[in-house]
């Protein structure tokens, strides 16, 4: 089985910052990526950022500037630095770690429950 826990969610006002931690435990051969995902009330899921195996980084534009992604490979946890915070960045954001559980087995989405961020103006 694959655990993925995200943590550091909270509220904070805007132009605020926050550091969200997503840790991935558990039977685990590889993690190819870690994403971002955030869901606001009444909206669909979107991504926010994503970084590969290899390190490359992708970015929404709304958070582009704004938010950095990195991982601690060791411990097999990605963050995600988040500044200047604003009220439109509230949402529940989700963690989403794509990895093998054997050698040459598929890549598999495993997601985590959630960490709400609330961003008050």
């Known amino acids: 089985q694959v655990q993925v826990v995200e943590s550091g969610g909270g509220l904070v006002q805007a132009g605020g910052s926050l550091r969200l931690s997503c840790a991935t435990s558990g039977s685990i051969f590889s993690i190819n990526a870690m994403d971002w995902y955030r869901q606001a009330p009444g909206k669909q899921r979107e991504a926010v950022a994503g970084i590969t195996s290899g390190g490359t980084t992708t970015y929404a534009d709304s958070v582009k500037g704004r938010f950095t992604i990195s991982t601690d490979n060791a411990k097999n946890t990605v963050y995600l630095q988040m500044t200047s915070l604003k009220p439109e960045d509230t949402a529940v954001y989700y963690c989403?770690?794509?990895?093998?559980?054997?050698?040459?087995?598929?890549?598999?989405?495993?997601w985590g429950q959630g960490t709400q961020v609330t961003v008050s103006s």
């Open positions: 989403r770690t794509q990895a093998q559980t054997t050698r040459w087995g598929p890549s598999f989405s495993y």
